[in-house]
């Protein structure tokens, strides 16, 4: 006889709550194996690619692609016993009537799930009809009138769905122009192009639903900027001296490959500047009354994503030597950029460095992650006048900016711990003294 199971949405990553279905890679008929990719998502942190657990025959599709789902919510239905005949159980509103057993119900092993239902925007694509039940049911009520494709699935490679994403497209009213039916980017330019010019005012706005990564963030920055007593210090240096040992160190042999920019040095002061100054690498417990001070310092470095802002970390960075920060500060921003930081890598950091200075800006008022005392803005490095022994010259200058938590770091402690990470700046020797 068939056997049901349902796939869950499961939480990928600690404190999730819900997802968007980005593409469908089964369709109801499909027969997976263990392990196969059969959904993307899109969480607050990452698009993520799900796993199958089971082997067999996927009966149902529980959501739409563009639809929201809650964590513990049903994705679709699988018949792992497809050789045993039968139909699926009856459906109600699209989804499976009658739930299977606790057990079948249970998510990828690891993640945690809670009893919900997925809330839903009306479906773009229609789903294939499931099997014809062994006995009589009621009709299911009629879906709102949709395009009726067939089922079908856009064909595109991933670089020209990101670009349809940026270009607000929707895949599934496309046709590809290459062979088999594949969407080019030329098709997805086509489709962004207006027909015509806008004839009034309203036409030219456009709306997007606040969601993902920009949802996530903006909950977070109102958080923090209304739950922690922000203050911000500046401080202006001479970073010649870093930058003439920065091209010394690149012809090095141990930074052979490596990619060494002026932020690994921001990194590698601020680890050192926080053995002295511990209180902005710890974290204000609310509940508790308490503050938690962090032997270890998991990095954040904020990257500038097509999906937003996010904040990936470098795990026990102190630990490292400038040629390993570099190297992970080169594969982390890199990975950020493409969409593939893992979930588990957006959390849990203990202090973050913005580097504002990519985009030729001399520094901020940056506002603090969620859970840190501190972060620290890093301003583009320009030639400015500046006197050295009395006489004036051209410099490297940088500016710095320091935000930090009011609860936990006093003005002293945080004015000690940016002179500090602008000492070891401006006098790349003054790491000998730590």
């Not at 879906?143 to 497209?169: H, S």
């Not at 006093?410 to 790491?431: E, H, I, K, N, W």
Request: charge should be negative.
């Amino acid at each position: 006889m068939p056997e049901y199971k349902q796939f869950l949405l499961a939480d990928t990553a600690e404190g999730l709550t819900e997802a968007e279905i980005l593409n469908w890679r089964v369709q109801p008929g499909d027969e997976v194996t263990v392990n196969q990719i059969v959904v993307e998502v899109e969480t607050a942190k990452a698009a993520v690619e799900l796993p199958i657990p089971w082997a067999g025959v996927v009966t149902e599709l529980l959501a739409a692609a563009g639809d929201t789902v809650e964590v513990g919510a049903p994705l679709l239905t699988i018949d792992v016993n497809p050789a045993g005949g039968g139909a699926p159980p009856a459906a109600v509103n699209g989804s499976a009537a009658a739930a299977p057993a606790e057990e079948e119900m249970k998510p990828l092993v690891g993640y945690g799930s809670k009893a919900t239902e997925a809330r839903r925007r009306p479906r773009r694509v229609a789903a294939a009809a499931a099997p014809a039940p062994a006995a009589p049911a009621p009709a299911p009520a009629a879906p709102a009138p949709a395009p009726d494709r067939g089922g079908y699935v856009p064909l595109a490679k991933p670089p020209v769905r990101k670009l349809a994403k940026d270009l607000g497209v929707d895949l599934s009213t496309l046709t590809g122009s290459a062979e088999g039916g594949v969407i080019t980017r030329e098709d997805v330019e086509r489709a962004a192009r207006p027909a015509a010019p806008a004839p009034a005012a309203g036409a030219r706005e456009r709306r997007v639903p606040v969601r993902g990564v920009r949802k996530a963030t903006a909950a977070a920055m109102v958080s923090s900027a209304f739950t922690a007593p922000h203050v911000t210090e500046f401080l202006t240096i001479d970073v010649t001296p870093m930058m003439e040992l920065r091209e010394r160190l690149k012809k090095h042999p141990d930074f052979a490959g490596v990619k060494l920019t002026p932020l690994a040095f921001a990194a590698k002061a601020v680890c050192m500047a926080v053995k002295r100054t511990p209180d902005v690498n710890a974290s204000w417990d609310e509940a508790a009354g308490e503050i938690v001070y962090k032997d270890y310092v998991h990095l954040g470095i904020a990257a500038a994503t097509p999906r937003g802002l996010v904040v990936p970390k470098i795990r026990d960075a102190d630990a490292m030597s400038l040629p390993e920060l570099a190297r992970a500060l080169d594969e982390l921003t890199t990975t950020a950029r493409e969409g593939k930081t893992p979930p588990a890598d957006m959390v849990d950091g203990t202090i973050t460095i913005t580097n504002v200075g990519v985009f030729g800006v001399d520094t901020g008022t940056p506002i603090i992650n969620p859970g840190e005392s501190a972060i620290l803005a890093f301003g583009a490095i320009k030639d400015a006048p500046w006197v050295v022994d009395g006489q004036l010259a051209v410099r490297k200058v940088l500016q710095l900016s320091l935000s930090f938590d009011h609860r936990l770091v006093d003005g002293q402690q945080g004015s000690q711990f940016l002179a500090d990470v602008g000492a070891l700046l401006a006098d790349p020797a003054m790491a000998f003294t730590y």
